[in-house]
Nanobody, 114 residues
Framework: QVQLMESGGGLVQPGGSLRLSCAAS????????MSWYRQAPGKQRELVAT???????SYADPVKGRFIISRDNAKRTLYLQVNSLKSEDKAVYFC????????WGQGTQVAVSS
């Protein structure tokens, strides 16, 4: 059974940082490309960052230069370092494999407010 458990979100001031984590089970983590997505209130879920099985990384334009995706295959965990946070980064952040599993985790909330 696939389980994706995101954590690490919180409330930060503009310019702040967080490290998001995603613990994965029930999938062949090391042989799957993985991604972070986010969904802001009233908006569709969007792709934020992707990391391949050989650590090639790609980012959506709004987060380039500020977010860093990484993975630890031994721990079956995906990370997203989010830096220089802006109000428009406020969203629930999710992880999933590529292609995405049908079952999504609950996500972790990132809020940015002064």
């Amino acid at each position: 059974q696939v389980q994706l458990m995101e954590s690490g979100g919180g409330l930060v001031q503009p310019g702040g940082s967080l490290r998001l984590s995603c613990a994965a089970s029930g999938i062949m983590f090391s042989i799957n490309a993985m991604s972070w997505y986010r969904q802001a209130p009233g908006k569709q879920r969007e792709l934020v960052a992707t990391i391949s099985t050989n650590n090639i990384k790609s980012y959506a334009d709004p987060v380039k230069g500020r977010f860093i995706i990484s993975r630890d295959n031994a721990k079956r965990t995906l990370y997203l370092q989010v830096n220089s946070l802006k109000s428009e980064d406020k969203a629930v952040y999710f992880c999933n494999s590529i292609p995405p599993e049908d079952k999504w985790g609950q996500g972790t909330q990132v809020a940015v407010s002064s």
